[in-house]
């Protein structure tokens, strides 16, 4: 498995936590859904409530509305029977004989509608309308019922007249003798009027003026003796429950299926005068029942599908957010490339979990970026991290992976075991990609850059030790070599150890102004045609009460490395300045000091200002300061540095430049740089004694140096051999053991008066 699927499979699994998001969805989905069910069944249920008391207060209303109505009926009843007997009593009761006239006249008087006078036999001798006179009654005519009914007075139920087809209500009324009168009142109007107190009509109807779906009067034998659905007519209830209602007179509701239709019902007894004549069920469809509940699920449906589209739309939104945010979390923006946060990660998974193969990481330092975003501006330095990305990428390919680790530092990911010659030439091609320079339309920049690398990764259980570690590498890469690339390995991390306590005892010494722990001692420089004492080099010393003497080498690499060599530098240039402000005698008041100044310090947008502070501080004429900077930062800066140093010799500072030789400036280019003196390193000084060709190089420099109308200085002059060349090839100064090493101030201050006292 590659590198880049791990983690991106672990970016998509665990990082761009999907769980998170679809959680909350989910939750707030299955949250909404119970809620719509519940809202779904709770309409429901409140739909079925309201059926039974739709049903309760038909059956109720209509109830007492029957119970009116069967009053009614019986009061007319009552009254039509009463004019029925006072009729037909009075007509019997007539003194005298009996005719058609006579009987016309009661009738009118009793306001009746017919009179009819029969003979025991039932046969009719008169009529008060003079029709059917000789009519007699038939067995099984109500009238032949009469005559066999024990009773002096009957009232009929209204019936259609035999004879006529018109509906009349009759009563009877008999004699001793066995002679009856029959009294009729037309009765159609009636007729129907008390009709509308029928049960059958009446539940009729109800079922018109209401929605209800049928209607039942069951009396108190269990039969349904009307109803509005009739074929249930003459049926009997068997039903336990409703049997159990009925006969307990309880009002009472429940849903019974007939012929597959659910059907609510609301059961009520009715009274009259309380006696109970029946009871009243009324059914509702739950047809309408079942639109509501579509109705209701078809709207959960729909909501919960826009619920479930809002969500889904939040949560792909957030999803994407969150891919962003992890994005912006693990890419480093500007180049592209996987971040510090991305490497960290995937390597405490490797290391932590020892699952991945076996890999080696080289750090890829731009050593000089800082100062061409510092000189160019941040967007062309932006550009050349971009095309610094962009030619790692390409050499790197997409076997292994390129991430960015710092602002200018780079860490390549090696998949698979590779040994130590694979990655030299790993390291190789990686220099040589970006030695090429990078440039755009204004500028063309080199790019130094430098290679730390860790073998395997697999001893590691910690990723800031790893890292710490080829850092570590990175700094013990000498400064000038000819090799870009350093391995790390275990007496390393012993260094740097003993650099923190270098570290420590520097910022102690930079915090306390009383702290000796580092001190300046004076090299005389000799004048070569005089012999006399021109002036001193100021060389720090540290003498720590932890670690001893410390080269000035190792604690000013370390300051620079460390970031302290800023404040260490300015302090120690004071020293050197309250020293030849100091230098006040009669030999040594035009003695100039030279003091080393760090590139780190050059670079820095405040240098010309900090110096010039300083000496105005101590008020020393700037022409007895001199500035040694090496060849080095010139290379790289070229341009802003050297400007720096024109502004200096402009105000009378002097300028030399360290270690000629040893870098890679060309002789040529000499006069166009602002300084004054060149300082001969060493290294050439001891050739001379070698009698070979690179002897001559000295008298090359020296001729070259004074052609650009510079001053030369030979450093570390050891013998005389050396000294009598340099004389003889017009040398300018010398410094060295020969004429003596760097001194404490009071022995520097009084070696020059003592030297140049006699010439
Ligand atoms: P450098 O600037 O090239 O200083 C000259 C070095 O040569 C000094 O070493 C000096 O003691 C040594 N030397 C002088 N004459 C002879 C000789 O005849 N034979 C031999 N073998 N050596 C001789 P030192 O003092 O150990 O300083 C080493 C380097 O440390 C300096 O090299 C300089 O680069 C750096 N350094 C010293 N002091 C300072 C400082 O105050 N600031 C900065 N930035 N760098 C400093
Ligand atoms: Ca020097
Ligand atoms: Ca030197």
Not at 251 to 260: A, F, K, L, Q
Not at 265 to 286: F, N, R
Request: proline share 2%; glycine share 6%; with cysteine.
């Amino acid at each position: 498995m590659k590198f880049g699927d791990t983690l991106n499979k672990q970016i998509k699994s665990t990082r761009v936590n999907k769980k998170i998001v679809i959680l909350p969805f989910l939750l707030i989905f299955i949250a909404y859904l119970l809620v719509t069910i519940t809202s779904v069944n709770s309409r429901i249920e409140y739909y079925r409530d309201h059926l039974m008391e739709d049903s309760m207060e038909y059956a109720k209303s209509y109830a007492i509305g029957i119970s009116k109505s069967a009053e009614a009926r019986d009061t007319l009843n009552e009254l039509l029977e009463e004019r029925l007997l006072v009729a037909s009593r009075s007509t019997v009761l007539l003194q005298g004989e009996l005719d058609n006239d006579r009987l016309s006249e009661m009738a009118e008087r009793y306001r009746v509608d017919v009179l009819y006078f029969y003979n025991p036999e039932g046969e009719i001798l008169y009529s008060s309308n003079g029709e059917y006179i000789g009519w007699k009654a038939s067995e099984g005519h109500p009238v032949h019922e009469f005559m066999n009914n024990p009773l002096e007075f009957y009232a009929e139920e209204i019936r259609q007249d035999s004879e006529s087809d018109q509906y009349f209500k009759y009563g009877y009324f008999q004699r001793e003798d066995g002679s009856f009168v029959q009294v009729g009142i037309y009765a159609a109007e009636i007729y129907d009027f008390i009709g509308s107190f029928e049960m059958q009509q009446l539940l009729d109807e109800i079922k018109d003026a209401e929605l209800v779906h049928s209607l039942y009067f069951i009396d108190e034998s269990l039969e349904i003796v009307s109803s509005t659905s009739k074929d249930f007519i003459g049926a009997s209830i068997s039903n336990p429950d409703l049997v159990d209602a009925i006969r307990r007179s309880r009002e009472y509701n429940s849903t019974v299926e007939i012929d597959g239709e659910e059907l609510y019902y609301g059961l009520v007894p009715i009274y009259i005068e309380d006696d109970k004549i029946g009871t009243l069920a009324v059914a509702q469809s739950t047809e309408d029942m079942d639109l509501v509940i579509n109705d209701a699920i078809r709207n959960g449906i729909y909501n919960l599908t826009s619920v479930f589209i809002v969500i889904g739309i939040f949560a792909a939104y957030v999803l994407r957010k969150n891919k962003q945010l992890v994005e912006m979390a693990y890419y480093d923006s500007l180049t592209g490339l996987p971040n510090q946060e991305y490497l960290k990660e995937y390597i405490q998974e490797a290391i932590g979990e020892k699952k991945v193969e076996d890999k080696a990481i080289l750090l890829v330092n731009t050593e000089n970026f800082r100062h061409i975003n510092m000189t160019y501006g941040y967007d062309f330095g932006d550009e050349i991290l971009r095309e610094i990305a962009r030619r790692l990428k390409s050499v790197i390919g997409d076997r292994h992976v390129v991430t960015r680790f710092t602002s200018d530092r780079f860490v390549v990911f090696v998949e698979g075991r590779w040994n130590k010659g694979q990655l030299i030439d790993l390291a190789e091609t990686i220099t040589e990609v970006l030695d090429k320079p990078i440039e755009n339309s204004r500028n063309r920049q080199y790019i130094n850059s430098q290679i730390a690398i860790v073998e395997s990764i697999r001893d590691y259980f910690d990723v800031d030790n790893l890292l710490r570690e080829v850092s570590i590498a990175l700094d013990h890469l000498p400064r000038e070599s000819s090799v870009n690339y350093i391995f790390f390995s275990e007496d390393m991390g012993e260094k740097v150890s003993r650099w923190d306590a270098i570290e420590n005892e520097i910022r102690d010494f930079v915090l306390n102004p009383d702290s000796k722990t580092i001190y300046l001692e004076y090299q005389p420089k000799v004048e070569l045609a005089t012999g006399k004492i021109s002036g001193f080099e100021a060389l720090a010393r540290m003498d720590s009460e932890e670690l001893g003497r410390i080269s000035p080498i190792e604690f000013i690499d370390v300051a620079e490395k460390r970031l302290i060599i800023a404040p260490l530098g300015y302090r120690l240039l004071e020293m050197a300045v309250r020293f030849a402000k100091g230098m006040d005698c009669q030999w040594c008041k035009d003695a100039t000091i030279a003091v080393n100044i760090s590139g780190i310090q050059l670079l820095r947008d405040d240098f010309v200002d900090r110096i010039k502070g300083i000496i105005g501080r101590y008020e020393l004429e700037p022409e007895r300061l001199e500035l040694e900077i090496t060849e080095s930062i010139l290379l790289d800066n070229y341009h802003v540095i050297n400007e720096k140093l024109k502004v200096l010799r402009d105000i009378g500072i002097e300028v030399s430049l360290d270690d000629f030789g040893t870098g890679y400036s060309s002789l040529s280019r000499l006069g166009e740089l602002n300084v004054g003196v060149i300082k001969i390193d060493r290294y050439f000084i001891k050739k001379i004694d070698d009698q070979t060709e690179d002897s001559h190089l000295t008298h090359d420099i020296i001729s070259m140096a004074h052609k650009s109308d510079l001053k030369v200085v030979a450093e570390g002059v050891e013998t005389v051999e050396q000294l009598e060349y340099l004389k003889k090839n017009d040398c300018d100064y010398m410094q060295g053991y020969l004429f003596s090493r760097p001194v404490l101030p009071e022995d520097a201050m009084k070696l020059m008066a003592s030297t140049n006292k006699d010439k």
